[in-house]
Nanobody, 126 residues
Framework: QLKLVESGGGSVQPGGSLRLSCAGS????????IGWFRQAPGKEREGVSC????????DYADSVKGRFTISRDIAKNTVYLQMDSLKPEDTAVYYC???????????????????WGLGTQVTVSS
């Protein structure tokens, strides 16, 4: 059973940075597509970024392009989300998610992820 645990959230001022981690156990994260999603109070969950398992594709939501970077450390079985130039509208609970194996050949920010972590809070405020 694949288990995902997020960490790295916190409170930062606008313009600051955070790096979120998604540690996997029970299955290699490099074999499945991994996505980062977020949900702000009163809003629907939205896709932020994803990284392909079987392919090297990466995708970002328009709202975070140029500011967020997704990466993967196979040896640590961990996927990261580096968040720079944070804005108050980035405030949300951030979740990592994994598609079931075998994953589609490319990742996408679509509601097709079957494994979810519990989330980590990110607050951007002055």
């Amino acid at each position: 059973q694949l288990k995902l645990v997020e960490s790295g959230g916190g409170s930062v001022q606008p313009g600051g940075s955070l790096r979120l981690s998604c540690a996997g156990s029970g299955f290699g994260l490099n074999y499945v597509n991994i996505g980062w999603f977020r949900q702000a109070p009163g809003k629907e969950r939205e896709g932020v970024s994803c990284i392909g398992g079987r392919s090297p594709n990466i995708d970002y939501a328009d709202s975070v392009k140029g500011r967020f970077t997704i990466s993967r450390d196979i040896a640590k079985n961990t996927v990261y989300l580096q968040m720079d130039s944070l804005k108050p509208e980035d405030t949300a609970v951030y979740y990592c998610a994994a598609e079931q194996a075998p994953s589609p050949p490319t990742c996408a920010l679509l509601p097709r992820y079957g494994y979810w972590g519990l989330g980590t809070q990110v607050t951007v405020s002055s």
